[in-house]
């Protein structure tokens, strides 16, 4: 009774914002670091960012560097991405996953359904 559910998509002309959350039922996310991930379709899908479950020190692509930020709230099982000055080329399906103890090692177990983000020129 794992489960992850995205939440938070929408909408948004090019420079607006938007705040996906993740949350997590059936288990915690403290010992998880967690991927934000974006998928068009027809393409792969392609990392985003991530956070570990310790230090909570965060990575990112290098295309929205300066632009996302990655959070979490363990209190609330939820992970956040905070997307300001949105272009148009971060239209996709946003989804998050875990991967026990660490960003940089490890496979994606757990998936959530997807939440769609929209940027307009």
């Known amino acids: 009774q794992k489960q992850l559910v995205e939440s938070g998509g929408g909408l948004v002309q090019s420079g607006g914002s938007l705040r996906l959350s993740c949350t997590a039922s059936?288990?915690?996310?403290?010992?998880?670091?967690i991927g934000w991930f974006r998928q068009v379709p027809g393409k792969e899908r392609m990392g985003v960012s991530c956070?570990?479950?310790?230090?909570?020190?965060?990575v990112y692509t290098d295309s929205v560097k300066g632009r996302f930020t990655i959070s979490r709230d363990n209190a609330k099982n939820t992970v956040y991405l905070q997307m300001n000055n949105l272009k148009p080329e971060d239209t996709a399906v946003y989804y998050c996953?875990?991967?026990?103890?660490?960003?940089?090692?490890?496979?994606?177990?757990?998936w959530g359904q997807g939440t769609q983000v929209t940027v307009s020129s």
């Open positions: 059936g288990f915690t996310l403290d010992n998880y670091a």
């Open positions: 956070i570990s479950p310790s230090d909570s020190k965060a």
């Open positions: 996953a875990t991967r026990w103890m660490s960003c940089h090692y490890g496979e994606y177990n757990y």
